[in-house]
């Protein structure tokens, strides 16, 4: 309930307000209005394919809060980013992964910043004492704000990220 209950209120640098909640089954719509304008450009990074119709279905119907916390950042009715927490299980049950996607018209603007400082605040209080960010070690801006919130590059995993074309990229 505490999940499901919470809403955070948040002004970004240029004044503009942002509320931060969880991700609900009804929420497809504003998965669609978040990842449609998505290029090629910015695909290539997701985990999953984002532009197939059923992923998103089933993100919406699967949702379980207790292996992913997916919050979404809503300017008026509009998705314009989002955040997970993905919780581990057994011997890594102390350990989370955050993950963030933003519009382009939302980077640069304070509110992956917003949204990570929220998905930390929830891993405390699930009792994580770890969290993990894996970033693309070209996107040194990205690193920076992660560094800047308290994460600490531990190492660059050489070839670790593949694209879907095959070409490959350290992570830290």
């Known amino acids: 309930d505490q999940i499901r209950n919470f809403r955070e209120m948040v002004t970004l640098k240029d004044g503009v307000y942002v509320l931060l909640r969880p991700m ?3 929420d497809r719509t504003h998965l669609d209005q978040l990842y449609d304008p998505v290029g090629e450009d ?4 997701f985990r999953h394919n984002i532009k197939d119709p059923a992923v998103l ?3 919406c119907d699967r949702l379980d809060y207790d292996s992913v916390l997916p919050v979404l950042a809503l300017v008026k009715d509009r998705a314009v980013g989002s955040g997970t927490l993905h919780f581990y ?4 049950r102390h350990v989370g992964e955050v993950r963030l996607f933003l519009s382009k018209d939302f980077r640069k ?5 917003k949204i990570i400082r929220v998905l930390v605040d929830f891993a405390r209080r699930q009792g994580l004492s770890q969290l993990a960010a894996e970033v693309i070690a070209d996107k040194t ?3 920076r704000a992660f560094e800047q919130i308290g994460f600490v590059a531990r190492c660059t995993l050489a070839d670790y990220f593949m694209f879907p074309d095959g070409d490959c990229s350290d992570a830290v």
């Open 24 to 26: 609900v089954k009804e």
């Open 42 to 45: 910015d695909i290539r990074y």
């Open 57 to 59: 279905q089933d993100w």
């Open 89 to 92: 299980h057994g011997p890594k």
């Open 109 to 113: 603007r304070g509110l992956g910043m």
């Open 141 to 143: 801006k990205v690193v």
